[in-house]
């Protein structure tokens, strides 16, 4: 059981924008900054998102995340085949004293 | 080229301890710590613990304390990291990734391993 909460599965066709939610708490998301990782099948998880809502350079600005209270959300517009892939968010929890992931969100892409 | 690189699959057998390395390349060494993540198949990432490349300080889990132990060796930039008391769900792939070197929630992972698959199984 994950400390956040993601939908474990999002879908669209080509060109859709699809959201994907991470649902904590006030000690780890309300308090602190959340971070979104793609992994690609595979392959070991990449940062996509650091700070809430800042891309690293190379990230493409289809990607586009925010937070508000507990929750946060990572949207993708223009949705690609390449997209394919689990989307995990991560903030640091004050109260457990260690980094919390959500569950995984798998997207594809019909 | 900024990489880090991990050590090669391992099975272990119940009881059993595995030490995994992660060697840094492409940038200070000292200006940055590293963290371990794994993932169990089919599950979601999990974090294991943080450590200082500059001074070599630590922080684990509550679920891992007593059983999980990270180490630099600054001469050859590498990051090691020990799990003892091996049992069946500790069967994952681990994970190191590029953190800060101050503080264990300070910055996200910007740079990842490729992985090392531990298989734990009598």
């Known amino acids: 059981q994950s400390v956040l909460t993601q939908p474990p599965s999002a879908s669209g066709t080509p060109g859709q924008r699809v959201t994907i939610s991470c649902s904590g708490s006030n000690s780890n998301v309300g308090n602190y900054l959340v971070n979104w990782y793609q992994q690609l099948p595979g392959t070991a998880p990449k940062l996509l998102i650091y700070?809430?809502?800042q891309r690293p350079s190379g990230v493409p600005d289809r990607f586009i995340a925010s937070k508000s209270g507990t929750s946060a959300s990572l949207a993708i517009s223009g949705l690609q085949s390449v997209d394919e892939a689990d989307y995990h968010c991560?903030?640091?929890?004050?109260?457990?004293?260690?980094?919390?992931f959500g569950g995984g969100t798998k997207v594809t892409v019909l | 080229q900024v990489q880090l690189v991990q050590s090669g699959a391992e099975a272990k057998k119940p009881g059993a301890s595995v030490k995994v390395s992660c060697k840094a390349s492409g940038y200070n060494f000292n200006n940055y710590g590293i963290i371990w993540v794994r993932q169990a198949p089919g599950q979601g990432l999990e974090w294991m613990g943080w450590i200082s490349g500059y001074n070599g300080k630590t922080k684990y889990p509550q679920t891992l304390q007593g059983r999980v132990t990270m180490t630099t060796e600054k001469s050859t930039s590498t990051v090691y990291m020990e799990l003892r008391s091996l049992r069946s769900d500790d069967t994952a792939v681990y994970y190191c990734?590029?953190?800060?070197?101050?503080?264990?929630?300070?910055?996200?992972?910007?740079?990842w391993g490729q992985g090392t698959l531990v298989t734990v199984s009598s």
């Open positions: 700070s809430n809502d």
């Open positions: 991560a903030a640091w929890d004050g109260s457990l004293n260690a980094w919390v």
């Open positions: 990734a590029r953190g800060s070197s101050k503080t264990a929630n300070e910055l996200a992972f910007d740079l």
